[in-house]
Structure formats: structure tokens, C-alpha cells
């Protein structure tokens, strides 16, 4: 049995709520404010930058969005894109429940922008779970790229074999187990609350 992980590492997309500005979301803003077929192209050519905090949002959107002319404000379109977030209080209930627990230290690991990060870990509620934030935004660096979850262990100070990772998507954990470390690859409240109890991490009831 692998001992009990000390530091659990989060996912915010897809585990502790919505992406925040993946594909679906995109789709969404793109058909509402009629972006046409310029958008997707533009996004994918910059989202990198913006995502290792090189882009401003009004730097993304000036080359993404308000490259001509448009019928809306920058207002109203970085309030849809926020708008596109929603909490899975299942997981982020789990999350608390933990940090209650006073068992583990808490950390999310994610890739995002600095505006959206900001925004989420306020409209989620996180800023009282977790001790720190490590976020592809302020480390310069994103998931799966390896070095990502080298500099978070460094930061948490987490030995690799008691720390746990949890996100929704394969390739972002092997290289975290590649390292040492845990993984659960999450995909309902129900499961996790499972996988977590047979962590060692959780009781049966809240």
C-alpha cells in the first residue's frame, strides 16, 4: 500500500468546476457574439502565452477578439467568458472537508490565465480550502510539461510518493506518477469521495 499522501494537489477544470476557457466555452461566446471562423485560430496562437501570464487579457483579446470593429464592448465579453464557470459543489465539498480535517496540506495545480484564476478562485469559494495556488499563470509553466509538478513538489515541499494529484485528464497525471506521486484521474464527486477514503484521506460520512 502506498503511504498516506501529507499534500493533495487539485485540478480547478474539469475537478473543482467547468474549464474555464476550453473549447466548450469557447464555442459558447464565439456563436452568441458571432466571432466567425477567425477566432479559434487566433486563440490557439496566443492561448499559451496568456496561460504562462505573458498576455494581459486585454492583450488576448486585442489579438483574438478586438483585432477589427466589433458590436460589443471588451466589458461585456470578458463578463461571458467569466460566465462560462461553474462550481461542482460536490468536489469543492470534498476539498473542504479535507482542509476541516486538518489531515493534509491543500494545493491546486492548474493551467489558466491570471484574470480567469483570480476570478474562479473567488466565485468557487477556494481562497479558505487551500494553502496555496499553483497556477500555470505564476509558475510560467503548464501541465503535462514535466517541470510543472518538479516546481510545485518544491514549492508544497511534498515528497513525491505522499503527495496526491487529482485531475480529469490522463495525460496530465503520468507525468506526475512518472515523478512519484500519487494520481486519481477524477471523474464524479462520488468517485473521488471513494478514491479518497481509500486514501486514507477521508471517513465515510461527512
Partial sequence: MPPRPTHVFFDIGGVLGTNGWDSEQRAAAAELYDLGSEFEPRHREIVGDWELGRLSADEYLDIAVFYEPRPFSRSDFLACMQEQSRPYAGSIDLARRLAR????????????????????????????????????????????????????????QAPPEQSLFIDDRPQNLAPAAARGMQTILYQDPEQLAAALQRSGLLGGEA
Avoid at 112 to 125: C, V
Avoid at 136 to 155: D, E, H, N, Q
Fill in 101 to 156: 480535517e486538518e489531515r493534509v496540506r491543500l494545493f491546486t495545480l492548474n493551467n489558466e490565465s491570471a484574470e480567469l484564476n483570480q476570478y474562479r478562485i473567488e466565485k468557487f469559494g477556494l481562497r479558505d480550502i487551500f494553502d496555496a495556488f499553483l497556477s500555470s499563470c505564476w509558475l510560467g509553466v503548464r501541465k503535462p510539461t514535466p517541470r510543472i509538478y518538479t516546481v510545485a513538489l518544491a514549492i508544497a
